[in-house]
């Protein structure tokens, strides 16, 4: 059966304590995987597309990274905006998203 | 650029009326948009896949003649929740791609049945 799974559920860190969010999936044919920002009572914001094992995007403080089984979400020195929560989404065939439950990150100041 | 928009973002109406809600990619052409509910603390489920100018794709358990979707345009998907009832109350998401697989996202719209 085709999951993908997320963890840690919540996560808070101190202003400047990086650290990484962990995205693992058992899918079949894997196309492309993605991740997403989302704040409180708002729709999912772009962030990275990860297409092959190897790959690596970056964009300000985060970094995505991905192998075979699973994708992480390395957060530099977070700061109290990155709080949100961040869904990962895997594509097989077709379209279709298949989504993670998100982690929830808090920054604290 | 890859602007979606929702409308209304939020909406409060009784038990038994239906309620519209539209979703435009606003500077992209769209041959792909989705329709996803999500519940407090809970992740996307997605709803419903629809290409301009055919019927969507329902997901299981999703009922089609309960949530009717229109994709009039490449730019334009409606969403209609006929004769709603408190258990639709939920929050609304659509997104839209364009010919490779990312999904950008509209910002929600919120529907409290009464």
């Known amino acids: 059966e085709d999951q993908v799974t997320q963890s840690p559920e919540a996560l808070r860190l101190q202003e400047g304590e990086s650290s990484s969010l962990n995205c693992s999936y058992t899918?079949?044919?894997?196309?492309?995987l993605f991740w997403y920002r989302q704040d409180p009572g708002k729709g999912p914001e772009f962030l990275f597309t990860l297409y092959s094992a190897g790959e690596e995007k970056e964009k300000e403080r985060l970094k995505a990274t991905l192998t075979k089984k699973e994708s992480f979400l390395h957060i530099t020195a977070p700061k109290p905006e990155d709080s949100a929560t961040y869904l990962c989404a895997v594509v097989i065939g077709g379209n279709q998203f298949y989504f993670g439950t998100g982690t929830s990150l808090t920054v604290i100041p | 650029g890859a602007v979606v928009s929702q409308h209304p973002s939020w909406v409060i109406c009784k038990s038994g009326t239906s309620v519209k809600i539209e979703c435009r990619s606003l500077?992209?052409?769209?041959?792909?948009m989705f329709w996803y509910r999500q519940f407090p603390k809970q992740s996307l489920m997605l709803m419903a896949t629809?290409?301009?100018?055919?019927?969507?794709?329902?997901e299981q358990g999703v009922e089609k003649d309960k949530f009717l979707i229109n994709h009039a345009s490449l730019t334009l998907s409606t969403l209609t929740v006929t004769s709603a009832h408190p258990e639709d109350s939920s929050f609304y998401i659509c997104?839209?791609?364009?010919?490779?697989?990312?999904?950008?996202f509209g910002p929600g719209t919120r529907l409290l049945v009464l």
């Open positions: 899918v079949s044919g894997l196309r492309g």
């Open positions: 629809s290409n301009e100018g055919s019927k969507a794709t329902y």
């Open positions: 997104s839209g791609n364009m010919a490779k697989e990312t999904q950008y």
């Open positions: 500077d992209f052409q769209a041959t792909t």
